[in-house]
């Protein structure tokens, strides 16, 4: 068995990186530079990374659309309210969940919790339909609420909140009840308002999965004007020709608010890490 030195090892540790960074943002920096070509750049091979001319009409096709209407922008509010709302929601709800979860015994806790996770085990094709016909005996279809309610908290962000406030110090809740503070404060102002990095990456990946929320907007928004950006992208697809320039420059744009997200929460993203290290109860 051959042993490598320190170096070596962080020789080949260095070079992995760089291959999986490469890989990685390849398919990125050939949405970023197709954006900016006409078509026929697109499609030569070899393919040529920097533009001869930017082409900036791509951008407007985009977010003109098939029929010129514009509705892009009312698309992309759509994908912002609904993403952000099942955002809020599921940050508070998974995080009441969780505490209560790690930090209160009761009877039946961990049947509780056993169920919880059951239900990522099951398909979201096997409940879509049944859903889909709770949605329309509400007379939730196009509508907001028919878009956010389903989706309003999760049994991951349970499962994540629960493992990471078992780590929560239970002297500072103690101290805190011991100074006659409520069940609700102790929550609001001292456990919720530490749990920064857990609740970061909740966020990110809970807007991400929105975001990118395809199958479900197309059942219940029939509306073009409450359709979301991935309903947007696909209507866009499919036009009688293709436009390969405007394609790229639409991906580029739905891209955009995920990208900014990420880069304002990406100190507490990567300090989630925590999260994974609860030890035994």
Partial sequence: MIVLPERGKNI??????????????????FMFTAAFMPAAEITSIPYRWIPEK?????????????????????????SLIVSSIITGTTLILSCITGYAL????????????????????IPFETIMVPLYMVVLNLNLQNT??????????????????????????????????????????????????????????LAIL?????????????MVAQDQRLKTIPTYIVSFAEEKFADEGAMMAVALLASLPMVIMFLSLSKYFLGGSAMYSAGKE
Avoid at 18 to 23: D, N
Avoid at 207 to 214: G, M, S
Wanted: proline content about 4%; aromatic content about 16%; some cysteine.
């Fill in 54 to 78: 930017i082409q900036w009409s791509n951008f407007y096709r985009a977010l003109a659309g098939n029929d010129g209407n514009f509705v892009f922008l009312r698309n992309t509010l759509n």
């Fill in 144 to 201: 907001y609420g028919g878009l956010i309610i389903p989706f309003m908290m999760n049994a991951f962000g349970v499962f994540m909140m629960r493992q990471y406030l078992l780590t929560f110090p239970d002297d500072v809740i103690a101290a805190a009840r011991i100074d006659g503070c409520s069940e609700p404060g102790i929550f609001s102002r001292i456990v919720f308002v530490n749990s920064g990095p857990a609740l970061a990456t």
């Fill in 206 to 218: 809970t807007f991400r999965q929105q975001w990118d929320n395809l199958m479900w907007p197309l």
């Fill in 102 to 121: 790690a930090k209160f015994h009761f009877r039946g806790r961990n049947t509780v919790f056993l169920f919880i996770m059951m239900t990522m085990m």
């Fill in 12 to 29: 080949l540790m260095t070079l992995f990186l760089i291959v999986s960074a490469v890989v990685v943002l390849t398919p990125l920096l």
